[in-house]
Nanobody
Framework: QVQVVESGGGLVQTGGSLRLSCAASGLTFSTYACGWFRQAPGKERELVAAISWSGGSPLYADSVKGRFTISRDNAKNTVYLQMNSLKPEDTANYYC????????????????WGKGTLVTVSS
């Protein structure tokens, strides 16, 4: 049984930092691409960052480039999202998605999803 669990969300002030983690089990993690998505109230879900199974060529939304960093540790079956210089507009539920196809992951159609972790940035 595949499980995907996000953690690390919370309340932070503008300019602060958080590191989100996404731990997966029940699959061969090293063969899966991973994506971080977010959804704010009243808005559509959007891709924040994605990383291939090998960790190469990470992809970022323009709104987070230079502030967020995605990384993975295949030995720990975990993908991370380091978020710096947080802004109120980063407030959202953040979700992790995995799929063996990187393009499918980026398009938000990954096979596996976590339940999300809430990030709130106060002004």
């Amino acid at each position: 049984q595949v499980q995907v669990v996000e953690s690390g969300g919370g309340l932070v002030q503008t300019g602060g930092s958080l590191r989100l983690s996404c731990a997966a089990s029940g699959l061969t993690f090293s063969t899966y691409a991973c994506g971080w998505f977010r959804q704010a109230p009243g808005k559509e879900r959007e891709l924040v960052a994605a990383i291939s199974w090998s960790g190469g060529s990470p992809l970022y939304a323009d709104s987070v480039k230079g502030r967020f960093t995605i990384s993975r540790d295949n030995a720990k079956n975990t993908v991370y999202l380091q978020m710096n210089s947080l802004k109120p507009e980063d407030t959202a539920n953040y979700y992790c998605s995995l799929d063996q196809n990187t393009i499918v992951t980026i398009k938000g159609r990954g096979a596996y999803w976590g339940k999300g972790t809430l990030v709130t940035v106060s002004s």
